[in-house]
């Protein structure tokens, strides 16, 4: 555990030192007075003040909004890390500047002569940016997630995957292919990832991506002493995965190790897993997502009768393709759902990828190819469109997981406060976790919980391993979003907590538990003012 600590803190460390500091200027704001000793209640203190925390600081930030009051105020004009609560930023940007409609329109453009049902030439797919390129569309055209998401697989136990078959948009394009009439391609299959240069940033957004550029390993226990049964995907020729595990007695140790070659397409697992375990995901990358999505593409033309004469894997042919395409016939089209069901996935399971690449979209949109220029559009978006004082952040990525990136908790409830007064205010505070139901918010308050389904936000983490102590670093974690009182009122708030230590990472676990549980005694003695009892 302290190797995986330690090697997440090394990469989020690297993510930063090839990072670009966003340079902020903006309209002055109005900072609510940071009262110390502004009265939380004794419920709310005795969690500030647990072991762990005798070196932190907490910050909070409450506002009515049918008031404009300041409930509570501690450090509100302060810098904290936000971690992913930086989402909040980077999607209201993306919302506003793609619009909640949009859709990426992916195109297999034919690029030679046809002959009959032959096609002499080559076909083009033309990435577009398209997060999940069929992959997650459930059948009603919503975008399917759990509540903790296959890409922190690695991370963290209880992760899961959505049943749809990351294949599917592949599968589609292939059927519109042969619906064309084209049975046979004398060429090849090229993709042309020339939408965007991918940025230095961690996850790295790609303008092809099939299953979040991932390959799922799931893990079944069978009988003690007997080989785990394996299943993986999308099963993509070069790929080739191996497992050693073995399942070993209830209660044992289930300890699954993941190990690929260089090129990624040789994966093996090894270790145990306990006869009475859940099944355990695991995830290894695709390390060359043009070259997969060629192979999977070519696959996909197989299963729907097109034959392609060129051999299936290897590198993608970018150099083959044309400096452009006139007249070229565009023969299949996969079509995403609206930009609301992304930014809606994003939030809810703290998507790192998607974050990164609403970055490229946006800077897209401009017609830019370089992702870091999106940082214009959401300086542009909060300064004009939100009125929110851009100086109130330090961004450098999308996901909020570079180390130079900060905000206030006067800058995250007025972004909050922004959408209130937008038509789509319902949608994007439904687009959160939500307390006790879903997204990174379920498994808190469960049970017996006042609050329950009545706290909308986005939580944030940094988390390291201190090796002076021996001991779990917590550099930050943080919660923002809407408290909804028992009367239907919503206050906006953030919470957040730097410099906790614990001996362990159950105890980080503990410390999100402390935020969220701030959060339902917040919301329930918002309520317990609305009804004039006073209760704290």
């Given amino acids: 555990m302290r190797a995986m600590i330690r090697g997440r803190l090394r990469a989020w460390a690297a ?56 409930v509570h105020s501690r450090f509100a004009n302060q810098f904290f890390i936000p971690g992913s609560t930086a989402k909040l930023v980077t999607i209201s940007a993306a919302w506003h500047t793609l619009g909640p409609d949009h859709r990426f329109t992916t195109p297999l453009i034919a690029v ?14 033309v990435a577009q940016g398209d997060l999940t390129m069929g992959g997650r569309t459930k059948p009603d055209g919503s975008v399917a997630f759990t509540d903790i998401d296959h890409t922190y697989a690695n991370d963290l136990p209880g992760a899961t995957l959505t049943p749809e078959d990351p294949l599917a948009g592949l599968d589609q394009l292939a059927r519109q292919v042969r619906d ?36 799922d390993l799931l893990t079944t226990p069978t009988a003690a002493g007997q080989p785990a049964e394996l299943s993986w995907r999308p099963q993509v020729a070069p790929y080739q995965v191996t497992s050693t595990v073995r399942t070993v007695a209830a209660g044992g140790p289930t300890d699954i190790r993941v190990a690929a070659s260089p090129d990624g397409t040789r994966i093996t697992l090894s ?42 894997t290897g590198p993608n042919p970018q150099g083959s393709l044309p400096a452009s395409y006139g007249n070229d016939p565009r023969v299949a089209a996969f079509v995403s759902p609206p930009y609301q069901q992304y930014a809606k996935l994003i939030l809810k399971v703290s998507h790192n990828l998607g974050a990164n690449l609403a970055l490229c979209n946006m800077a897209v949109s401009r017609g830019s190819k ?30 909020g997981g570079d180390p130079a990136d900060r905000a206030t908790p006067i800058g995250l409830n007025e972004i909050l406060a ?114 004039g009892t006073g209760r704290e």
């Avoid at 209640?41 to 009515?64: C, F, N, S, T």
């Avoid at 952040?393 to 999308?398: E, N």
């Fill in 180 to 215: 064309a009439g084209i049975t046979r391609v004398d060429g090849d299959v090229i993709v042309d990832p020339r939408l965007f240069t991918p940025p230095a940033l961690d996850p790295q957004p790609t303008p092809l991506i099939i299953n979040d550029n991932l390959i």
């Fill in 271 to 312: 270790g145990t897993i306990a006869a009475d375990a859940k099944p355990a995901l695991k995830v290894s990358p695709v390390q060359d997502p043009n070259a997969f999505g060629r192979t999977a593409l070519i696959e996909a033309l197989a299963r729907a009768g097109v034959t392609v004469t060129a051999t299936p």
């Fill in 15 to 70: 993510a930063g030192a090839a990072a670009t500091l966003v340079a902020v200027a903006g309209a002055s704001a109005t900072a609510p007075t940071a009262v110390a000793d502004d009265d939380l209640g004794p419920a709310i203190e005795a969690i500030m003040h647990k072991p762990g925390y005798e070196h932190a600081q907490w910050g909070l930030l409450e506002v009515d909004t049918s008031t404009g009051k300041v």
């Fill in 112 to 125: 030679g002569a046809r002959d009959g049902s032959t096609l002499n030439g080559n076909l083009a797919l």
């Fill in 370 to 399: 370089d992702c870091f220029d999106a940082f214009k559009i959401e300086h542009d978006f909060l300064s004009q469109v939100a009125h929110v004082d851009p100086t109130q952040f330090q961004l450098a990525d999308g996901r």
């Fill in 418 to 531: 922004y959408w209130l007064k937008t038509p789509d205010a319902d949608a994007f505070r439904l687009s959160l976790p939500i307390l006790g139901v879903d997204g990174s918010g379920a498994m808190f308050c469960t049970h017996d919980c006042p609050a329950k389904g009545k706290v909308f936000s986005k939580p944030g983490s940094a988390v390291g391993f201190d090796q002076l102590n021996q001991q779990v670093a917590v550099g930050t974690q943080t919660l923002a979003g809407y408290l909804k009182t028992d009367g239907g009122c919503l206050h906006t708030f953030f919470i957040g907590v730097t410099g906790a230590s614990t001996p362990n990472i159950e105890g980080f676990f503990n410390v999100v538990g402390d935020v969220n549980q701030i959060s339902a005694l917040l919301q329930e003695q918002a309520s317990a003012r609305e009804h």
